[in-house]
């Protein structure tokens, strides 16, 4: 596949999970992929989405070595621990929103003016199910997530007259480093229950879906919130027959 052929692709959050799928996915289809991750590992440049400085740094390389941009996915993120509301730290809401959401307002910010360069301009924001329905002691990165959900619409309203589609998706349960680190054998079970497919996803799933909405495809899409959790969020689960 060459869907992607000659287009830049920025992706934070590149070293592992989802951003490290998307990664390989898009150069599969022909992109060249510009990976910025806060450990450096796996050929991406170190970059700390939450501190202005060090992304505004790294958009003037990829300005000076490409000229454009063409996607930017939005996948850098951290949790902290699952603790009930009454005994998260203020640091906690600190630490998610400096990286869940700053991330994504410096990046976008930053590389603005190389998308606008582009015949065909996107961002794909990763926010998670955990920004569409409550779940338990998950306060500090639910806030923060429906936070990136709230700006992908704004930021699509603000930028559809320079042609930037701006989208997210709502992971559910992914088989990532951060979420299985929090996994344990009774929410495993409890998330094959609730989930109606009956699952925990692979970050190619993921990865999949965001090349979708980064490509002209979905050329006519932009402010949407797209869950991708096997019908988590659209009710119930149905009965055995």
Not at 25 to 48: H, K, M, Q, Y
Not at 135 to 142: D, E, M
Not at 164 to 176: D, E, L, S
């Amino acid at each position: 596949m060459s869907e992607f052929k000659d287009r830049v692709v920025v992706i934070t959050g590149a070293a592992s999970g989802i951003g490290e799928a998307c990664a390989d996915v898009f150069r599969s289809a022909g992109a060249t992929v510009i990976g910025w991750d806060l450990s450096g590992l796996n050929n991406c440049e170190p970059v700390d989405v939450s501190q202005w400085e060090a992304v505004h740094l790294a958009a003037g390389k990829v300005e000076s070595q490409f000229g454009k941009l063409d996607v930017l996915v939005n996948c850098a993120g951290v949790i902290t621990p699952n603790l009930p509301a009454q005994d998260v730290e203020n640091d906690d809401y600190t630490k998610n929103f400096a990286v869940n959401v700053m991330g994504v307002v410096h990046t976008s910010k930053a590389l603005y003016s190389l998308l606008c360069k582009s015949d065909s301009p996107a961002i794909v924001n990763i926010a998670s199910q955990a920004a569409l329905v409550s779940l338990p002691s998950q306060t500090a990165y639910s806030a923060s997530k429906g936070a990136v959900t709230s700006l992908t619409r704004a930021m699509a309203i603000d930028w559809a007259s320079v042609g930037i589609r701006v989208n997210a998706i709502c992971p559910g349960f992914t088989a990532t480093p951060m979420a299985m680190g929090q996994m344990t054998p009774e929410l495993d079970a409890a998330v094959s229950r609730r989930v109606p497919l009956g699952r925990i996803f692979q970050p190619i799933e993921m990865a999949h879906t965001v090349e979708f909405l980064a490509s002209p495809k979905a050329s006519a899409v932009t402010g949407v919130v797209l869950p991708v959790d096997g019908g988590w969020t659209a009710g119930e689960p149905a009965l055995p027959m």
